[in-house]
């Protein structure tokens, strides 16, 4: 970054106000440590990513300001006429537009880019219509324009003529701030390639190369991390003092010293009796997510590993080795089996999967053409010396459960259609009377897939108010997004945090025993999650039993069109009640089921892995339950004459209808159920939803 070039009179020797200084980027990160994973997603989804050349106006001076910008890359030169000062930044994540987007005023700098630069501008009119809507955004939001700007006031003198810096509040938390702030970055980050930096890998990302299987690459500073760390455990493996896991044994046997000569064979070992997992293997996408999250583990440079033996898993990813690894047997203290079994084929042991057969370790490396590893000090155990297994799959049940609360909002606006229900439970002072963040989005989203629907000028079918399966699916659908972005935000740490033990700290040229293996966050985060799935598919089944009881609807029993010698959908409710059984089961916590190992040296665990497959079976199940509501939503609206569906609800009936016809003779429901639980997994209904209503919902990631 350059230094602060005088204009006209000014002090030559003055800092310049941080409207562009070496704490850009802090601006942004304070910003971003401020708003949830749900309010960044909205600044992704209603953001504009350009490209600027140089010469490009980015504000000018006392001009409107239509834009709120985020600079991602580039550099850009600021002037200002009042302060008579300019400067040049080359630092991603600066924040320009703030005051007038705050107050509306004119721009105060004229800034122009001076390097190719790259954008992410939020349309004024969206971000005031966002701040008037959602409340909660809007008070994380103002908070961090607050301070930011307080922070850009000019500088002053002390009594002795230096120059004093502004109070900066932006110091504050910078460390959650800032990662925040990368990943972000990472979300509007548009080319196919995901690099691993070890700070800043997001649900996203771990999607896109377990589902889309998009290229990975690794940062070259998280290369020169990976080169420090390493020198540092050649220098100490060979020390008198002795250090747990890189010159002694493991766990009770901790005692016992490991000598040099022995490395190689000792490390192999710890893969071998490690490698005890039983059970179904892991999907091929679970094993990418997983191989994916102990990449970027190791790429912060803790775990001390070879470089070299980073480069053979990260190879194994790109070819597509999956190891075959079966899904039990880790505690969730450090995922040590499950880690055993993906690290094995890189001695030559174990079994993976290559181009869809599945063959020894050693056979497949070769035909991918990926040479083995020579294992030395620290190798083995810095394989599975964390809890990638929890995280990587944790991550993709994340994702699974972003675009299944976006499935639950377009089957519970569809229901409502076929009740002939009341949208006033939608008001937007309801929502704001509440103040929940969840609650608002998800009942602004019903009311965009509702808009035009005949539900606003009719009478509603069932009496003073719905019940309550009705009449509060935004309040619960929204309670479960508040839990889904906490459950993200923990995800997503864990993602980018060392878990080994022990750590590697290279700057001190250290290696200390730790207690990061132990990811009780991440286990709690799994245990709530599941908690309120069970109160998502309640929701629903209650609403499936509701839309099929003429009583409340005035519809035939069982919406059977033809009653007689036809059942209709009756048995559905059976089967939403099963469905409905499995994930309340589901929700009893799997964190608290341990016992002590390891000679009672290892008196705890969190059962993380467990947490992590109870959640993903959860999500599953839910799945199957709203393919069964949007078929039940969209039969009840064909039996209801004289009504206008909403712009969404209408997309949604048409994309249930382009799969499964309405029902008017008996046929075999499982393959419609089947039919519309595949439009939900390719995600073509919410893709044709959100381009229905103007508004993407979901990941949007691609299946291959």
């Known amino acids: 970054m350059s230094g602060v070039k005088p ?10 106000p941080a409207v562009m200084s070496e704490d850009a980027v802090s601006s942004a990160a304070y910003v971003l440590g401020l708003l949830t994973d749900e309010d ?22 006392s001009e409107p300001v239509t834009a709120l910008t985020v600079v991602l890359q580039g550099t850009m030169h600021a002037t200002t006429t009042v302060a008579a000062m300019s400067e040049e930044q080359r630092l991603r994540g600066d924040v320009v537009g703030i005051a007038a987007i705050m107050d509306g005023s004119p721009a105060l700098w004229t800034v122009t880019v001076t390097e190719p630069a790259t954008v992410l501008e939020i349309g004024s009119a969206s971000l005031k219509t966002k701040l008037e809507l959602d409340l ?51 979300r509007v980050d548009a080319s196919d390639a995901v690099v691993l930096t ?12 377990a589902w889309s299987r998009v290229p990975v690459t690794i940062a070259e500073s998280a290369q020169e991390r990976l080169r420090r760390a390493r020198q540092t455990v050649d220098r100490l493996v060979a020390g008198e003092a002795p250090i747990y896991g890189l010159n002694t044994n493991l766990g009770e046997l901790k005692d016992q010293r490991i000598a040099d000569q022995d490395q190689a064979v000792f490390q192999r070992h710890i893969l071998l009796s490690h490698a005890t997992a039983v059970g179904e293997p892991y999907p091929p996408a679970v094993v990418r997510a997983i191989m994916l999250a102990r990449l970027n583990g190791m790429a912060r440079g803790a775990s001390g590993v070879q470089p070299e033996v980073f480069y053979t898993l990260l190879e194994m990813l ?10 039990r047997g880790s505690i969730g203290m450090s995922d040590l089996a499950p880690l055993a079994h993906i690290a094995l084929p890189l001695v030559g042991e174990g079994v993976v999967e290559l181009d869809g057969r599945r063959m020894p370790g050693e056979e497949g490396m070769a035909a991918a053409g990926v040479k083995p590893a020579r294992l030395a000090a620290k190798d083995g155990l810095a394989l599975v010396s964390a809890n990638s297994a929890s995280v990587g799959h944790g991550a993709l049940v994340v994702a699974r459960a972003i675009e299944l609360l976006a499935v639950a909002s377009v089957a519970a606006a569809l229901s409502l259609e076929g009740l002939g229900g009341h949208v006033s439970a939608l008001d937007r002072r309801i929502a704001t009377a509440r103040r929940f963040s969840g609650q608002m989005s998800c009942a602004q989203d019903m009311r965009l897939l509702l808009a035009g629907s005949s539900l606003h000028v009719t009478e509603p079918t069932f009496g003073v108010q719905d019940p ?19 459950v993200r935000a923990t995800v997503e740490t864990e993602l980018n945090s060392t878990g080994d033990n022990p750590m590697v700290v290279a700057e001190t040229d250290e290696v200390i025993s730790d207690g990061n293996f132990h990811p009780a966050a991440l286990s709690m985060a799994f245990d709530a999650l599941a908690i309120a799935l069970a109160q998502l598919t309640s929701m629903s089944a209650n609403r499936i039993v509701r839309l099929m009881d003429r009583g409340f609807t005035h519809l035939p029993t069982y919406l059977t069109a033809r009653p007689g010698l036809n059942v209709g959908l009756g048995v559905l409710q059976k089967t939403a009640t099963a469905l409905n059984a499995e994930v309340r089961l589901g929700a009893n916590p799997a964190s608290l089921d341990y016992v002590p190992v390891a000679g009672a040296i290892e008196d705890h665990a969190t059962m993380a892995v467990e947490g992590a497959a109870k959640a993903w079976r959860s999500v599953d199940a839910a799945f199957e339950l709203f393919a069964i509501e949007l078929l039940v939503g969209a039969q009840a609206v064909d039996l209801r004459d004289g009504i206008k569906l909403g712009v969404g609800t209408a997309a949604a009936h048409a994309g249930v209808r382009t799969v499964a016809p309405p ?5 075999l429901l499982a393959w419609d159920i089947a039919a519309v639980r595949g439009i939900l997994d390719d995600g073509s209904l919410l893709r044709d939803v959100g381009v229905a209503i103007d508004h993407p919902l979901g990941l949007r990631v691609k299946r291959v």
Do not use: C
């Open 663 to 667: 029902m008017t003779e008996d046929r």
């Open 40 to 61: 960044m997603d909205w600044l992704v989804a209603h953001g504009t990513r350009r490209t600027l050349d140089p010469g490009e106006i980015v504000t000018r001076e």
């Open 468 to 486: 309550i399966s009705f009449r509060s699916a935004s309040q619960v659908h929204g309670a479960v997004l508040d839990v889904v972005e906490q």
């Open 198 to 209: 070890g700070s800043d890998l997001t649900v996203e990302q771990v999607a896109r190369v």
């Open 136 to 186: 909660g955004f809007a008070a994380r939001f103002y908070r961090a324009m607050a301070v930011i700007l307080s922070s850009r006031r000019p500088p002053t003198r002390d009594p002795e003529g230096n120059w004093l810096s502004p109070p900066h509040a932006l110091k504050v938390n910078t460390y959650l701030a800032e990662d925040r702030m990368r990943r972000l970055l990472r």
């Open 7 to 16: 204009l006209g009179t000014a002090d030559p020797s003055a800092p310049s």
């Open 318 to 327: 790109r070819a597509r080795v999956h190891p075959v690894v079966p899904s």
